[in-house]
């Protein structure tokens, strides 16, 4: 019994000294790996069982007329070939890229999924590492790179986990440059956000991220590596500033192009008006209806061209607001629970896909562990963002108290904005804290864009990495230079 006593406590004694001990890049890298080989062999599983399905018909589509030289355009069976750009142009663009020295077949997008997904597993390591010790790091890497429905989604030919794994990117970078120094500093700043260009590209809502980004990169001054000061709100703007405009000159080639053929200056895509009628409509439900049962428009009907159609739905949408704004209100929260609470989105795809390629009895089980493990993730985040160190320690425990009861009912989503708020009390200091920052963001990004529009499981996906490296943050009390 003596033995057993010394050999329990010696293990806790090393594991206390390894969890203090800092991140390491190394590690953050190894489990890059595992997600990595999880996602790739998933994908050699998924490709000759799981075609395109869903928007991801069209993105291939479109990725392989890209590839053939043909551009964003859409062959009609009549044979007319026209310009579109109903859906972004980013992810079909990048898949299109490979697929010309590939082939087009859908296997080469889903190791781009694979490939994208395992950095942000080293991403989330190195961004919960500045805040949490070794163990936390690894923490949040492993609950991505074994996330059930990030690497479920692999073989999807879909945006979101895409998408999750860029802005995870993207911060990265962002506290890399703030820690760099002269050109590095320069070069990082610049890396960062052309990326998020790229990624507003695959998603048009990521621009409201570059005030967020460029305010993190640029607020520290350095001295040998590490941030030990604040630059000071005018240079933190003035980042947050050259940032956006950065983003927006991105993508301005390409709406340029939108202007010239698309008869209306669409800044990514053009179905903004599509969708906040199917939010608005007199049919809405807070989910996706099909135009036609949100309440297509009578003046509609006949407007045949793209963008004009585009326009009518927005104008109709905004009219139909005005018209009954108690129940556009009244959606919200059904808007919410579709996107926080739902689970099961690979197993979705998947049987739209190939409907005999899972039994529902599997998909089923798989969204009862996704539902768990995401649960448990926004359980761990609300307890971190509760026990930081920082202002309003009490307000903060009251908040993580109260939104706790959302893991346990149908509405979930009152736990995601629990995070929100706990890390807003923490004032000044949450720019101390990059998880929690970063987690907040994501979260109220996601909140405010499916308000506006409509819910969907899937729409959650892109917060799942930068609340994983926050939950990660629960193992270890914050460091400075955070």
């Known amino acids: 019994m003596t033995g057993a006593t010394s050999l329990l406590g010696g293990a806790r004694a090393q594991w206390r000294e390894w969890s203090a001990d800092v991140a390491r890049p190394g590690d953050g890298w190894v489990l890059g790996a595992v997600g990595l080989v999880l996602r790739v062999a998933l994908a050699a599983w998924a490709s000759q069982r799981v075609p395109p399905a869903a928007d991801g018909k069209f993105y291939h589509v479109v990725a392989e007329r890209i590839a053939r030289g043909h551009g964003y355009t859409w062959l009609w069976p009549d044979g007319a070939v026209t310009y579109a750009a109903h859906y972004p142009v980013g992810y079909p663009a990048l898949v299109g890229a490979l697929y010309v ?224 704004p108690g129940r556009w209100l009244g959606l919200i929260p059904a808007k919410l629970r579709a996107t926080f609470d739902a689970s099961g989105t690979p197993g979705y795809y998947f049987a739209e896909a190939n409907p005999g390629v899972l039994s529902q009895a599997t998909r089923d089980t798989l969204a009862a562990v996704e539902t768990v493990w995401q649960r448990g993730i926004v359980a761990l985040a609300l307890l971190a963002v509760t026990l930081a160190s920082g202002a309003r320690k009490r307000g903060r425990t009251v908040v993580g108290a109260l939104s706790a009861v959302g893991l346990v009912v149908p509405q979930v989503w009152v736990s995601y904005l629990g995070i929100v708020v706990g890390a807003a009390l923490l004032g000044r200091g949450l720019g101390r804290h990059a998880p929690a920052l970063f987690a907040a963001a994501v979260v109220t990004v996601t909140a405010l864009t499916h308000v506006l529009f409509f819910g969907a499981g899937r729409y959650s996906m892109v917060c799942y990495p930068l609340l994983a490296a926050l939950a990660g943050t629960v193992l270890a009390r914050p460091r400075q230079g955070a």
């Open 101 to 324: 020295p590939f082939g087009a077949h859908p296997v080469v997008a889903m190791l781009l999924n694979a490939t994208l997904g395992a950095l942000g597993v080293v991403a989330v390591h190195r961004i919960c590492g500045l805040v949490a010790g070794r163990a936390g790091a690894a923490l949040a890497a492993l609950l991505v790179a074994l996330h059930p429905t990030l690497v479920g989604y692999t073989p999807a030919l879909m945006t979101e986990g895409v998408v999750g794994a860029l802005l995870g990117i993207v911060a990265w970078l962002s506290l890399v440059t703030r820690q760099a120094s002269g050109r590095w500093r320069w070069g990082g700043w610049l890396g960062m956000a052309l990326l998020l260009g790229v990624t507003t590209l695959v998603r048009p809502q990521s621009l409201l991220f570059a005030p967020i980004f460029g305010w993190v990169a640029s607020r520290g001054a350095t001295v040998s590596g590490r941030v030990v000061t604040d630059a000071g709100w005018r240079r933190s703007l003035l980042g947050a500033i050259l940032t956006t405009a950065v983003v927006v000159a991105t993508c301005t080639p390409w709406t340029v192009r939108n202007c010239a053929r698309m008869g209306r200056c669409s800044f990514v895509s053009a179905n903004a008006g599509w969708n906040l009628l199917i939010g608005a409509g007199p049919g809405a439900t807070g989910q996706w209806v099909s135009v036609e049962k949100a309440g297509l428009p009578p003046e509609c009907r006949t407007v045949f061209d793209e963008a004009e159609k585009d326009l009518c739905f927005g104008r109709a949408a905004i009219g139909q607001v005005r018209k009954e």
